[in-house]
Each structure stands twice: as structure tokens, then as C-alpha cells.
């Protein structure tokens, strides 16, 4: 069965930190893996990787994809409280539905 | 630009009563659609997805149903509700089968009391 798994769950840090959240992966004819935001609403999106080893930035949010050993980070530094977030990541095979983790909640304290 | 639209925002249901949540997609076409059901607290659920008019998958059976009538239309129903229906709805649509970003609509929060 394809899952996604992340970690950690649940982090708490101090603004001007900087964070490191995991996402590990096992999904059949892998293609691409997304990571969103979200806020008290939906979900949207950040990034969307399917080369290993390439990262991708946006601002202070930067991610990359090691499909040899099946996972990616996303790294967020000097944190903010805007960053309080839940960040999911998802894995495509296609045309099958994304699969996503359960996320993980990040909360970010002045 | 595409666009995507849900109603409505909250609702406040009883036990039993009916439940029909649309979501509609302007800007494209033969969209892939997704229902998805988050509880408080919890991950994405997916409840249904749809690659065309009247193609329906279920991923998890329950009370409820899905429709897609138009080709940029998805209605999720239920003909009684469950306390366990309360949570956050979200419609989802990427553009076609061979993309992969899937963008969300803005959600509709269920209670069901």
C-alpha cells in the first residue's frame, strides 16, 4: 500500500529558528512530491519536486527530493509567526490520487 | 486564470438531515476533481475523485455520495448525516491526469450536532 509518512508530527519553535520537517515516502511509479501550507483554511501550494537533488526555493522556504533514499525536507529559516502552519507532503504516481502524510504542525513563538 | 469555488463557507446541520456541498471550477476543462474530508486535528481524507462526468471513484464508503452532473461540477451528498460527518471539506482539482499540482478550494466546515 503507497504511503507517506512525516516527521516530526507536532514542533514548536522560537522565531529566527530555523526548521527542518521530513517526509519519507513508498508509493508505486513515484513521480513527483508536493508540499503545502495550511493555514486555518486549505491547503495551498508550495512546491512541487521530481528531480533528485535539486532544490527549490521560494523566500526563506526551501525544498529538496533524494529519490534514492525516498524522502524530502522542507526547510523553512528564520522562522516567523506567519509560519505557524500544518505542512502537508504528498506523493504523485500520476493518475492515481496524491497520497498525502498527516502532516506536521509547526507553531512558531515570538 | 482557473479558479475554484465552494459553498457554502460553514454550515450547521442537524443529525439526520440531508447534506449537498458543490464545488465548481471555472478556467478549465475535463478537470480531474477530488473530495476530500479533514476532522479536527486529523489529516486529508480523500472520499471521492472524479476524471469525467458521471466517473466516480469512492476511496472510503459511508453515507455519503458524490455526482459530478457537469464537467466543471462536483456535488458531495448525504441523505442523513452523522455526527462523525462534522469536519472541514475541501474540493481539490488538478488539470489534467498527466499533471500533478492539485490546488484547493477554499473548504466548507460541517458541524453536525
Known amino acids: 500500500e503507497d504511503k507517506v509518512v512525516q516527521s516530526p508530527l507536532s514542533l514548536v519553535v522560537h522565531e529566527g529558528d530555523t526548521v527542518t520537517l521530513n517526509c519519507s515516502y513508498e508509493v508505486t511509479n513515484f513521480r513527483s512530491l508536493l508540499w503545502y501550507k495550511q493555514e486555518k483554511k486549505a491547503p495551498t501550494f508550495l512546491f512541487m519536486l521530481t528531480s533528485s537533488g535539486i532544490e527549490k526555493k521560494s523566500g526563506r522556504l526551501s525544498s529538496i527530493l533524494d529519490k534514492k533514499e525516498l524522502f524530502s525536507i522542507l526547510n523553512i529559516t528564520a522562522t516567523q509567526t506567519g509560519d505557524s502552519a500544518i505542512y502537508l507532503c504528498?506523493?504523485?504516481?500520476?493518475?492515481?490520487?496524491?497520497?498525502f502524510g498527516k502532516g506536521t504542525r509547526l507553531s512558531v513563538i515570538a | 486564470s482557473q479558479t475554484i469555488h465552494q459553498w457554502p463557507a460553514t454550515l450547521v446541520q442537524p443529525v439526520g438531515s440531508p447534506l449537498s456541498l458543490e464545488c465548481t471550477v471555472e478556467?478549465?476543462?475535463?478537470?480531474?476533481l477530488y473530495w476530500y474530508r479533514q476532522a479536527a486535528g486529523r489529516g486529508l481524507q480523500l472520499l471521492f475523485y472524479s476524471i469525467g462526468i458521471d466517473q466516480i471513484s469512492s476511496e472510503v464508503p459511508q453515507n455519503l455520495s458524490a455526482s459530478r452532473p457537469q464537467d466543471r461540477q462536483f456535488i458531495l451528498s448525504s441523505k442523513k448525516l452523522l455526527l462523525s460527518d462534522s469536519g472541514f471539506y475541501l474540493c481539490a482539482w488538478k488539470v489534467h491526469p498527466s499533471t500533478d499540482t492539485q490546488y484547493f478550494g477554499p473548504g466548507t466546515r460541517l458541524t453536525v450536532l
Open positions: 504528498a506523493a504523485s504516481s500520476g493518475n492515481t490520487p496524491l497520497v
Open positions: 478556467g478549465t476543462s475535463n478537470p480531474n
